[in-house]
């Protein structure tokens, strides 16, 4: 019981520390500027791994470079609102694997770690991400 | 000559095998191998199937772990099995060295665990799972000895698991609880029941905090019954696993394993690898 205190203790501490920081995630990350430069390293990942590249056959890189832009730029409370397709719409019929899923999120990772984007930004920004992806796979 | 076309065969067949290996999962989301064989952390079992395979794969995965306290000495190897990351089958042989009675301990683990709901990473709740540990002492006289009724038992748990993602100030924050039916002593190394036999659900609770994608720091707990009388206690942990990739982690821990058959304070390292196919 007493332990069981210890963590609860451990655990208030160190959240705490979150209410600290006053920017958005999008200033964190460099604004507009640094998530163009991270979703550029992401498309040069996929553009170096055969499997994934293999959703991409069809896709226009341009229009899938801007939608993710502004799609990050959304989720990150930037001063943007994504307007494209749903997730739903876009990823129906591709048919993506839990693995395919998360061979994309390690590339995402490879591009954040490329990008020299702290472990705990990179974290809150999968945290934002995670929740679309019964939007993404197996449909 | 002979020996290059030996090495080019080796060379194939560890291509081959790393193609072949499951690599569906997030690193460090399968979590370690505890005492008992399953997947979970050191002492605790969890709610995440062993090894890296996702809804369509298949993986296996070998063990080995040495636990070294004041008067004892645990060591485990075993292999898990992971289908389609929906079942969980493991096979463990424990190792029980007692020096100052010049004794040895053997007992053997079959385990089974389903998945029953969600994943650690992505679920709205957490993953849930429904476990099962088959244990037969192979040399009983001690335990009997002690008072056991029984050379072999069977445990059930149901353990719940979730990884938040960037919920420690930024890092990722892993928990796990686990209610276990047991009527082991000291996980049945001093065999099942006994005089005292009483409260049977036991509680046991992991956390931990990824420092990076590699490194995990945690603590463990595990609730022991008193079945003997012989005061004993409840465990506890504190572990670092490293995960330098998909196919080998290596953890490292500080036990605390209370009163073990009469002598006080067992405390000491714990060393464990694990490799995933």
């Known amino acids: ?139 | 000559m002979k020996h290059c076309k030996w090495l080019i065969g080796l060379y194939c067949l560890v291509n081959v095998a790393s193609s072949l290996a499951a690599t569906g999962k997030l690193l460090a989301t399968p979590g370690v191998s505890q005492v008992e064989g399953s997947a979970g952390g050191g002492l605790v079992p969890w709610a995440q199937l062993a090894g890296y395979a996702s809804a369509d794969e298949v993986a296996i995965n070998g063990f080995c772990s040495r636990a070294d306290v004041t008067d004892y000495r645990l060591d485990v190897c075993g292999v898990q099995f992971n289908l389609f990351d929906r079942v969980e089958l493991s096979y463990a042989q424990q190792q029980f060295d007692v020096p100052a009675l010049d004794t040895q301990i053997e007992q053997s683990i079959s385990a089974a665990k389903i998945r029953l709901y969600g994943d650690i990473v992505y679920s709205e709740w957490p993953q849930v799972s429904l476990g099962m540990q088959h244990k037969e002492l192979q040399n009983g006289a001690l335990a009997s000895l002690l008072g056991a009724k029984d050379t072999k038992g069977t445990d059930v748990y149901i353990a719940a698991s979730k990884l938040h993602l960037g919920a420690l100030a930024g890092y990722n924050w892993f928990w796990n609880t686990t209610v276990r039916y047991s009527e082991a002593n000291q996980l049945g190394l001093l065999g099942y029941g006994g005089e005292n036999s009483a409260e049977k659900l036991l509680f046991e609770a992991s956390s931990a905090v990824f420092l990076t994608h590699q490194v995990a720091v945690g603590i463990e707990y595990r609730e022991k019954s008193n079945n003997l009388g012989l005061s004993e206690q409840d465990w506890k942990d504190i572990f670092i696993a490293w995960f330098p990739n998909k196919h080998i982690s290596v953890t490292a821990a500080w036990l605390d394993l209370g009163r073990i058959a009469g002598a006080d304070d067992q405390t000491g390292w714990y060393l464990s690898v694990t490799g995933y196919w």
């Open chain 1, 1 to 139: 019981m007493k332990y069981g205190l210890y963590v609860f203790a451990l655990v208030v501490l160190l959240s705490g520390c979150r209410a600290t920081n006053q920017l958005s995630l999008y200033q964190q990350l460099d604004g507009q500027q640094g998530i163009e430069k991270l979703v550029d390293s992401f498309i040069n990942q996929i553009g170096h791994d055969s499997r994934i590249l293999e959703y991409f056959k069809q896709a226009n890189v341009a229009h899938f470079r801007q939608g993710f832009i502004l799609h990050l730029c959304s989720v990150t409370d930037g001063p943007c609102s994504y307007t494209g397709d749903s997730m739903i719409d876009i990823h129906t019929g591709m048919n993506i694997s839990e693995k395919d899923f998360n061979r994309v999120v390690e590339l995402l990772i490879n591009a954040m770690d490329e990008q020299q984007i702290p472990q705990r930004l990179q974290n809150t920004l999968l945290e934002r991400l995670a929740p679309m992806r019964s939007e993404v796979i197996n449909i």
